[in-house]
């Protein structure tokens, strides 16, 4: 039979949405429309019955879906792309090998504002009040706001009586009238203290005489240089409010001293190397730091990447200043990696102070708002975001022309992302991004990860060392005491030896910080009934819970629930409850007890949560408004404190008995950066470790920063007990409410596994918490040896997968796929 149908042209876009499933999906365009159309435009569509989402076009064709009849889109919401060519290479390699849907990445790229779908919440700001600015139907939105707190998009679309809004949606968020709901983002505003100091001509004795006299007849003047001699026996920064006080002068005069060029304000967090709001040259660098420098780029000609392992405070930031000064000058963009916790307004002063206006920052606690600007400037290369200072994420940002990616800390944990998917590593992924945009990638760290480490050796890497402090102060003087010892011999006070206690009081006798590292918060973890034995356990997760003595309450640091503290035993009734093990809180109340003249300052995770957290106690910590800082891992990371002359770590032996095969990797890490934090500036610090168990390798490696010892018998271990860099590893873990159903699943998914994967499947095993948030949850590791290969054993897994997932009885469990789970 003969069809007498016309023949048109038909055109079709494959899109991405951001939902977790494995392809993309087909939808039919107008000839004009497919021509308007480019790769990385953002279109929206209905998908399922009532759905709408914001998808992006991948491909453009016109080859029909066999399986399904392609639906019309709904808009097209771009008239450029916002992601471009490079991005979705990006994408396509961490799609495909941390085993996740372009979906995920996309929904983890973009800022949500770019991914309105039909649930997205939609607010009015508060601070909108000029209606004349809105067109009929903006108005009519805008005052649906006024009567109803949020609506969804879905509900927008129902007032306004068609279908197509989202464009409109993006209006009324670009002329700030409504925005969308997320986790609430703080910005991002330092709180500046003003400090006063003497203008540096008075240095002199001299000067400081014929000061006075000049001064003989403007009293008010001369008695705030007095005060301020006065204030300066303390030897810590001078407020300008403080003075003020002490002299009992208006801040009128003090303003007068700074127009006569005899003070200067100065703002401790913004500018403690001069900052005057100019761009100052970078430092000269020392002759190590030279040599260094000239050996990375030695070692660029011949490798892309290269690590660069040099000590703590032996000056690697300002290595990395030279060669992203350099980029810049090339013309070419820069991504400056940190974990996040270390982006504060530290790093950010010292690379303002030398890259001004050319330097964005991109993390997790910047508002939506402000993380779409930095997308479109990076996005249209403006000079302003030439620089890019950012936590993990921003290695999605939309970069074309990227020339050296510097991953600081390169060791870090938090560099892996574990939940949502994408499961990826953020330094592996910089890597992948550099090669696609033929740029150079540092990694710097003085305790680089086993396998960064070993990749050097293997000469994949280039290795550039430098082992010298700036000025060549000494590495910290690190101590172990044996506090098994101190017990016998009862020179313990609380959970202070009175060796470490002694340090304390001298360096606080010195007018100097001090720093005390205990990686546990609350006040101890476990509380437990002395005639029983009953420790109360969180009703949600496998794991007792932790007592906050402050708050007089029982937390669970894993989903969060809390109650009060109880009377009395909940099994027997007995009122004699004990508390066992001690964390942060319990330190800082002894060590007020222990020092009532001093100011004891805590930093965790608890007291880090509100707005600005972190920033504000290390803001303190730095103008020496907190004489010793207690706190967890936070500590650590790539913090510079130019007064602290002595680190505690209270107890070393928890880090060392944690069952993962990097954990004394980890304890090694973690304690040499922490001890790296004293003595950095002035003279050699001192290090303090009490520990039960002087003798363990790693704690005799730690105190002689021996990393060459700990790096070859780490390796000699994972060599023999099969693990990374030699095995790669992937992690699936199942998790589901019902006990039954995980333990069916992943004893049928162990067998699949084992038939084709034999003895290099561990477990199944459940983890330390075996049940968080009610869900039980069971893990299978499957090791893969150095000649397997990486991609036929992903398709294995996945097919694997797929098989489970076809099983009507497993099909609710939720199944996790994590590639390098460490
Ligand atoms: P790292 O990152 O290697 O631990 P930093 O880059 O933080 O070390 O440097 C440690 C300290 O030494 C910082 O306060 C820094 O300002 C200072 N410093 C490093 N190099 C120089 C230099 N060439 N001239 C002056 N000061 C320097
Ligand atoms: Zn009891
Ligand atoms: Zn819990």
């Known amino acids: 039979m003969i069809s007498f149908k016309k023949r048109y042209i038909i055109y079709f876009i494959d899109i991405i949405l951001p939902i977790p499933l494995q392809k993309t999906f087909t939808y039919s365009v107008t000839e004009e429309e497919a021509s308007y159309l480019q790769k990385g435009m953002r279109v929206a569509v209905s998908f399922g019955k009532t759905k709408m989402y914001t998808g992006l076009v991948f491909t453009i064709?016109?080859?029909?879906p066999v399986l399904y009849e392609a639906k019309d889109i709904n808009q097209i919401l771009d008239d450029k792309p916002i992601v471009n060519e490079q991005q979705l290479k990006h994408w396509q390699w961490i799609a495909s090998y941390y085993l996740c849907s372009l979906g995920d990445v996309y929904r983890a790229s973009l800022p949500s504002a770019f991914l309105l779908?039909?649930?997205?919440?939609?607010?009015?700001?508060?601070?909108?009040?000029?209606?004349?600015?809105?067109?009929?139907?903006?108005?009519?939105?805008?005052?649906?706001?006024?009567h109803q707190s949020q609506l969804t998009v879905h509900q927008i679309a129902d007032i306004l009586g068609k279908k197509k809004v989202m464009p409109l949606i993006n209006q009324l968020i670009e002329k700030l009238v409504i925005s969308i709901k997320e986790e609430i983002y703080e910005t991002y505003k330092p709180k500046l203290v003003k400090y006063v100091r003497l203008h540096s001509q008075y240095d002199s004795n001299e000067m400081l005489q014929a000061l006075l006299e000049e001064l003989s007849r403007a009293k008010k003047q001369q008695e705030a240089v007095l005060s301020f001699f006065q204030l300066k026996a303390s030897k810590k920064p001078i407020k300008a409010k403080d003075l003020e006080e002490a002299s009992g002068v208006s801040s009128a005069v003090l303003k007068a001293l700074v127009a006569k060029e005899i003070f200067e304000f100065y703002h401790i967090q913004t500018d403690r190397i001069q900052y005057k709001g100019k761009i100052n040259d970078l430092k000269q660098l020392n002759e190590y730091q030279e040599?260094?420098?000239?050996?990375?780029?030695?070692?660029?000609?011949?490798?892309?990447?290269?690590?660069?392992?040099?000590?703590?405070?032996?000056g690697k930031t300002e290595i990395y200043n030279k060669l992203i000064q350099e980029t810049i000058d090339n013309g070419k963009q820069v991504l400056f990696l940190l974990p996040e916790i270390a982006l504060t307004t530290q790093i950010i002063a010292r690379l303002e102070n030398y890259f001004g206006k050319q330097i964005s920052v991109f993390h997790s606690k910047y508002s939506m708002n402000e993380r779409v600007e930095v997308w479109n400037n990076v996005l249209e290369s403006k000079t302003k975001a030439q620089i890019i200072l950012g936590a993990r994420s921003s290695v999605f940002l939309p970069f074309s022309n990227l020339g050296l990616i510097v991953v600081d800390e390169e060791h870090e944990a938090s560099y892996k992302q574990f939940e949502p998917s994408p499961r990826y590593n953020a330094r592996d992924a910089a890597i992948v991004l550099a090669k696609i945009h033929n740029a150079k990638v540092l990694l710097g760290s003085a305790t680089p990860s086993l396998e960064s480490k070993f990749n050097a050796d293997q000469h994949k890497y280039g290795l550039v060392e430098l082992t010298r402090r700036h000025g060549n102060i000494q590495l910290p003087k690190i101590e172990l005491i044996d506090v098994k010892e101190k017990h016998r011999k009862k020179e313990m006070k609380g959970h202070f030896s009175d060796r470490l206690l002694k340090l304390i009081t001298e360096a606080l006798e010195l007018k100097e910080q001090v720093i005390l590292f205990q990686n546990r918060r609350g006040f101890s973890p476990i509380v437990e009934c002395t005639t029983c034995g009953t420790a109360p356990q969180c009703p949600n997760c496998d794991v007792s819970l932790t007592y906050h003595k402050y708050r007089g309450e029982l937390k669970c640091h894993y989903c969060h629930y809390q109650r009060a503290m109880p009377n009395s035993c909940g099994a027997c009734g007995s009122a004699t409850l004990n508390t066992k093990g001690f964390g942060t809180e319990q330190i800082e109340l002894e060590l007020k007890e222990l020092f009532p003249d001093h100011v004891i300052g805590r930093m965790d995770l608890d007291t880090t949560r509100g707005k600005n957290g972190y920033q504000k106690i290390i803001g303190a910590f730095e103008a020496q408004e907190i004489d010793v800082l207690v706190g967890t891992q936070m500590l650590s990371k790539g913090?510079?404190?130019?007064?602290?002359?002595?680190?505690?770590?209270?107890?070393?032996?928890?880090?060392?008995n944690f069952p993962d095969f990097r954990a004394h990797e980890r304890a090694y890490q973690l304690m040499v950066q922490v001890s790296g934090r004293a003595g950095r500036s002035k003279k050699q610090g001192h290090v303090a470790i009490q520990t039960f168990n002087p003798y363990h390798q790693i704690l005799q490696q730690v105190s002689t920063t021996n990393y060459p010892e700990m790096y070859k018998e780490q390796l000699q271990d994972r060599w023999q007990y099969h693990y990374p860099p030699y095995y790669r590893l992937i992690k699936i873990t199942l998790k589901h409410r019902d006990y039954t159903k995980v333990d069916t699943g992943i004893n049928w998914l162990a067998k699949s596994l084992q038939n084709v994967f034999k003895e290099n499947v561990l477990?199944?095993?459940?983890?330390?918490?075996?049940?968080?948030?009610?869900?039980?949850?069971?893990?299978?590791?499957?090791?893969?040896?150095?000649?397997?290969?990486?991609?036929?054993?992903?398709?294995?897994?996945?097919?694997?997968?797929?098989?489970?997932?076809?099983v009507k009885e497993f099909r609710p469990i939720r199944f996790i796929l994590d590639v390098d789970a460490y």
């Open 117 to 146: 779908e039909s649930e997205t919440i939609i607010y009015k700001n508060e601070v909108f009040n000029d209606e004349s600015i809105l067109n009929d139907d903006e108005f009519l939105v805008y005052e649906a706001l006024q």
């Open 639 to 656: 913090l510079d404190f130019e007064n602290v002359s002595l680190v505690g770590i209270l107890s070393a032996d928890s880090m060392l």
């Open 61 to 64: 064709h016109q080859t029909a």
């Open 291 to 314: 040599v260094a420098l000239n050996q990375i780029k030695d070692s660029f000609t011949k490798n892309d990447i290269t690590l660069l392992q040099g000590v703590t405070g032996s």
């Open 763 to 806: 477990g199944p095993s459940a983890p330390a918490v075996a049940r968080i948030r009610n869900q039980y949850i069971k893990n299978l590791i499957i090791k893969i040896p150095p000649k397997q290969s990486l991609g036929k054993t992903k398709e294995q897994i996945q097919k694997i997968k797929n098989t489970f997932e076809a």
